[in-house]
């Protein structure tokens, strides 16, 4: 299965604790995205990496929230102490690297549902 | 601040009928389009894309317009099938930008 990967599918996490999301690109691809999807709503922009490097984290919360895409291994999402408010759907992207114009296409992965209780 | 809007929540169609879902936006530095369909517990999958360059593009069943004066795009499923029945996204990218926008999706029910 050559798509994006991301574990855990499901993560149940009380209030205060950390939540850890992985993500696997496609083959090939150096370019990962995070979108995060609450109830009811369309998919946000959180943040967007290429390895070792954040380009673009418009999208994230101030606080609590950090992303990371090292040279070996996934891209990680962390949330530390969670709030209820955290509760949603996680998912990751990856696009090739940029050609002329910046019209790669981004292919998603299963998603993170994360329940804080 | 909605910069994509999708402003019908769900359709129903008939199997073998055409849907249409729209898609409206307000930034005109949106240089390409995309739709993905999301089934429940799943991620997105991409249909298919259009450049701002072109008013139409076309993948077998899947049409997508787009009507630059308008900041307007629509996709044409034809004929329906009960398969596509799912939540259908609308998004938009900005030339060499990296994020998409999204809409907040249309569900479509295809009835046999």
């Known amino acids: 299965n050559a798509g994006v990967m991301q574990n855990p599918r499901h993560l149940v996490r009380r209030r205060g604790q950390e939540a850890r999301l992985r993500c696997s690109p496609m083959k090939g691809h150096s370019h990962v995205y995070w979108y995060r999807q609450l109830p009811e709503e369309g998919l946000k922009f959180m943040v967007y990496l290429q390895k070792e490097n954040i380009i673009d984290e418009s999208g994230m919360p101030k606080e609590r929230f950090s992303a990371e895409f090292p040279k070996e291994g996934p891209s990680i999402l962390r949330i530390q102490q969670v709030v209820r408010g955290d509760s949603a759907a996680y998912f990751c992207?990856?696009?090739?690297?940029?050609?002329?114009?910046?019209?790669?296409?981004?292919?998603f992965g299963p998603g993170t549902r994360l329940l804080v209780l | 601040d909605q910069q994509v809007k999708q402003n019908s929540p769900s359709l129903s169609v008939q199997e073998g009928r055409i849907s249409i879902l729209n898609c409206d936006y307000t930034?005109?530095?949106?240089?390409?389009f995309l739709w993905y369909k999301k089934y429940p517990a799943e991620g997105p999958t991409f249909l298919i894309s259009i450049s701002s360059i072109k008013d139409k593009n076309e993948d077998g069943r899947f049409t997508v317009f787009l009507n630059k004066s308008a900041k307007h795009l629509s996709l044409h499923i034809v004929p329906s099938q009960p398969g596509d029945s799912a939540v259908y996204f609308c998004a938009a990218k900005m030339e060499y930008g990296n994020k998409l926008v999204f809409g907040a999706g249309t569900i479509l029910r295809v009835k046999s």
């Open positions: 930034n005109s530095m949106f240089d390409y």
């Open positions: 992207a990856s696009s090739p690297m940029f050609t002329a114009g910046g019209q790669e296409t981004q292919y």
